[in-house]
């Protein structure tokens, strides 16, 4: 399949994984447009100034974008942020990662996509609070929704009650507005303006005194142009301090959640060589649902030993099937194909990096929404589900059992064929 043909299929796959639940019939449409329509009447206009000069918000018609400053593959590769160097690298840079890592070894906290699913991850984290459990991470890593709430992870304890907040008080309302964008089928500002309001000032200074403690901070966007993930070094933005560090800290954030289709994509303002040009940046997810090292140096065969002492990885998902009749309907029949690509790539990460934890030594360790969670949702960032979701994940938190040490069997599997699988005459 050529390269163009398969980001237009993830691009209307992702578009529609988002809008299935608002396309589909019943209370979910109702309920979930009115909270995306209620953004208009019920919130300031927004003011950053991409708002105020987008023609769509004049006439209710996307029009196109603005043309683009063009450049090469080779520019885009040498590019740095003006005046941060360090700010990140690529993904697939096993050079540049080793050289960001911290200078000793210590316990990673890996957290996955998952989109509202992320109120799991972060009543997780307060329970491991609660019971006393949770570890200085050395390293905290977070893609999309992860990536959200990795800042706050990583500044400490007592963000907790933040964390809890960003993950049970909030609706369709303060992540999208119904409407096109000319780049996407939603616009997200009511989210910049919500990861504005939450990325404060001291949460920087916090996160920049940790960065020097030795601890990292990265976060995952998808570099659309070079098709290429970008880490970002989030402790080396912030220990620059001032406006600009402030503000590409926010853009980073608010590119990893970007879906792409979905939501608009954003662009990073970049130099080379002199040149200045702006990146396209989406979703991280697109090159991974969560990241612990480059994807060279996860190969089973590659030899290398993550330097961690555990790996913890938090999967805002629960890995099984979810049957149901699928109507005939384009974005129903895309959002269930989608989910369960994800699904599918969830626990082949998981697979791998299971192997890669045994390879180089270390602890491996998981927590998934448990498979009995079954409280129901009424649309996308459904306040109700999202508090359940936070609870069960606290519960599982504070639990003696938060982590499982082996990824969850595939549907299907029982408890003695999983527990078999690896003795000798035994395969999958």
Aim: hydrophobic share 45%; charged share 15%; net charge neutral.
């Amino acid at each position: 399949m050529s390269t163009r043909r398969r980001w237009a299929i993830y691009t209307c796959a992702a578009a529609a994984v988002l809008a299935a639940p608002l396309m589909s019939s019943g209370p979910r449409f109702v309920a979930a447009t009115a909270q995306a329509q209620s953004a208009k009447s019920d919130r300031p206009a927004p003011q950053h100034a991409d708002k105020a000069t987008n023609p769509a918000t004049v006439t209710g018609a996307p029009h196109a974008p603005p043309s683009r400053t063009p450049f090469t593959a080779a520019e885009d590769a040498a590019a740095v942020v003006p005046g941060m160097p360090d700010a990140r690298f690529w993904g697939d840079s096993a050079t540049d990662f080793n050289r960001a890592l911290p200078p000793q070894p210590g316990p990673w906290l890996i957290l996955s996509t998952g989109g509202a699913d992320g109120a799991f991850g972060a009543g997780l984290l307060n329970g491991l609070s609660a019971a006393g459990n949770r570890p200085d991470y050395a390293v905290v890593t977070g893609v999309s929704t992860g990536a959200l709430m990795a800042p706050f992870a990583f500044a400490g304890l007592h963000y907790d009650a933040v964390l809890k907040a960003a993950y049970t008080q909030i609706s369709a309302a303060d992540i999208f507005e119904a409407g096109g964008t000319g780049e996407s089928f939603v616009d997200s500002w009511p989210l910049k303006d919500l990861i504005a309001k939450e990325i404060t000032p001291a949460l920087l200074t916090d996160i920049a005194a940790e960065h020097r403690r030795g601890r990292r901070l990265f976060v995952v966007t998808t570099d659309l142009d070079a098709e290429r993930s970008v880490v970002w070094n989030m402790g080396a933005i912030a220990a620059h301090g001032g406006p600009d560090a402030l503000n590409l800290f926010r853009t980073v954030l608010l590119a990893s959640g970007s879906i792409p289709g979905a939501f608009p994509p954003v662009l990073i303002g970049v130099e080379s060589n002199g040149k200045r040009f702006s990146e396209m940046h989406v979703d991280g997810g697109v090159g991974g649902q969560f990241f612990v090292a480059p994807a060279a140096l996860m190969d089973s065969s590659s030899g290398y030993r993550i330097p961690a002492t555990q790996l913890y990885i938090v999967v805002n998902s629960r890995l099984g099937r979810d049957f149901q009749v699928v109507q005939r309907s384009t974005p129903l029949i895309l959002s269930q194909a989608v989910g369960m690509a994800v699904d599918v790539d969830l626990r082949l990460m998981l697979d791998r990096t299971f192997v890669a934890s045994k390879n180089s030594g270390i602890g491996f360790n998981v927590a998934t929404i448990p498979q009995d969670f079954n409280a129901p949702s009424r649309g996308p960032f459904d306040p109700q589900y999202m508090r359940a979701l936070f609870d069960a994940g606290y519960d599982q938190g504070k639990g003696a059992a938060a982590f499982a040490t082996a990824p969850p069997p595939y549907p299907g599997a029982s408890a003695v064929e999983s527990s078999d699988i690896g003795k000798p005459g035994v395969t999958k």
